[in-house]
């Protein structure tokens, strides 16, 4: 269901990052490993259709990314890709559940209440719904990041450094939740991280050198 | 989540920054809206009133007073003219139409003037109860006179020495309420009109002395014989458009009258007025100029501070053009705001301004809307677009992929 062929890519003059070809298939669970300066954030722009690759071809339910219009690719991401950053990033003059309807609408979808409702629930958030981000913690504010990225029931979940400036204890209860909620939404996923805690919770692993 | 929403929440999450440019974009309006309302106001006023006089012939002295004093019923008449002499102007074979005006007096601050009845043909008067004026003493008031001073027809009234404040009653005779004109936008709205007997007989006709108001008596009727009485002023329309060239020459040279034109000492008045109304406009303009140069810093210093916001907004789906469209809403929201909140702050002022004038006849109305406002309401709005077209662009432009990598 993913697939990226011969993807490589040049930032300006400087060396250029090759990727090896990667096949992933319906409902499994990934870990992207690589150490800083690998092209582990490049490689998820590039598969999130955030960043064009110079070469190659990435393919995410048979549609070729890049090959759609700027519009197009935008709606589709919102529709299909649901992204969790490092930092939880919402919008601060937004309510919870107004940034979760903003997901919806901005993704082209019509804004379902009962989803918002759902999905809060299973993250044990239903309680801020009406709160606003400056208000939670940053263990609530990566729940509603969460939250915000599975709302529209997207093929493919990605993380991008989830844990790293978590505790232990913390960093363990996000990946549960992570993998508890791909499941849930029989969602494919793939964490990017450097984070050798995170190791053990996963067989297969793409790794980048 | 409609755009309106997200750009009016987000607006609202700085209400110190939205407050300071709603206020400017506000004032600076307010301004305009007055200036535009009353300058349009005066201006139609004018043009009402002097419509269908070609000439006032008075008193020599400021022709500009002349017709300020005959037409708009605001200044002191230049003096008096003697009836006998302005009887032969108005045989002369250039006027279609004259109608004598004798001023003076006044019933609480509004002017009573002693008249005949080619002033109603003048004005195209109509009465809405009761009749014309026709005997001494009889008074068909303006709409506005009735309403304010509270009188109907068959009320009697002391009308009181000079133009504007009640001294010196003429206790003597008082005058009957006969009939009340129908509304007509224009003087007579404010005016008592009467008979000019009535005038004369106020002023000593039946040989009462007038030692007791020997203040200040310039233009006022006053003297009892035949070859003495005077009237204030003559107001007079030609027969032909040759009379334009003519007339006037001859009352001005073979008379000791003066002659003035309703049109061409309007056109002086309003070129005094326009100096001021510039000067206003310009600063108007400057301060609506800083209004959109603090909605462009407003919007483009948030758009540094929201960079990251904007990137995710792309993340969830939200195309360029979809940003590009918030931060124009953005704009178009704080100046539609500010320039309603202006227009409607320029008739709130314009109102007060029309409620504290003294003069009844160049009164402001602020609740009348024009046209033109529309204008002001598209400037507002461009100014809006304009001033957010820069941060919407860069908005665009933005590089998502390197906004977050960078955090």
Partial sequence: MISIKSVSHQYGTDQVLKFADWQVNDGEQWLLLGQSGSGKTTLLHILTGLLKPTAGEIKINNTNLYGLSSKKLDEFRGQHIGIVFQKPHLIKSLSIAENLLLAQSFAGLSTDKNRIEEVLASLDMAHKKNAYPQELSQGQLQRVTIARAVINIPTLLIADEPTSSLDDKNAEAVLTLLKEQSELNKATLVVATHDKRVKDAFNLTYSLS | MSPFKISWKNIWSKPLNAALNILLIAFGTAILTVLLLASTQIEDKLDKNSKDIDLVVGAKGSPLQLILSSIYYIDFPTGNIPMNEAKKLMKSPFVKRAVPLALGDNYNGVRIVGTDSNYISLYGLKTQSGKFWKA???????????????????????????????????????????????????????????????????????????????????????????????????????????????????????TNMQAASPAQESTRLFSLIGVGVDTLQWFAALIMFIAAISVFVNLYNSLKERSYDLAIMRTLGASKGKLFSLIILEGLILTLIGTLIGIALGHGILHLIGNYQESSQAKMNGLLFIKEEFYLLAAGLLIGIVAAIIPAIQAYQSNISKILAKN
């Fill in chain 2, 136 to 254: 001494d003493l009889e008074a068909t008031i303006g709409a506005n006179v009735a309403k304010e001073q509270n009188l109907k027809v068959g009320d009697t009234f002391f009308g009181g020495h000079g133009l504007t404040e009640m001294r010196d009653e003429h206790k003597d005779h008082a005058y009957k309420v006969v009939g009340i004109l129908v509304p007509q936008q224009n003087v007579t709205d404010n005016l008592i009109l009467t008979a000019i007997g009535s005038v004369w007989k106020m002023h000593g006709d039946e040989g009462e002395s007038d030692e007791h108001h020997d203040h200040d008596h310039q233009g006022e009727v006053e003297h009892a014989h035949d070859e003495d009485r005077e009237f204030t002023s003559l107001l007079i329309q030609y027969r032909s458009p040759m009379a334009v060239a003519m007339f006037p020459m001859m009352v001005n040279q073979t």
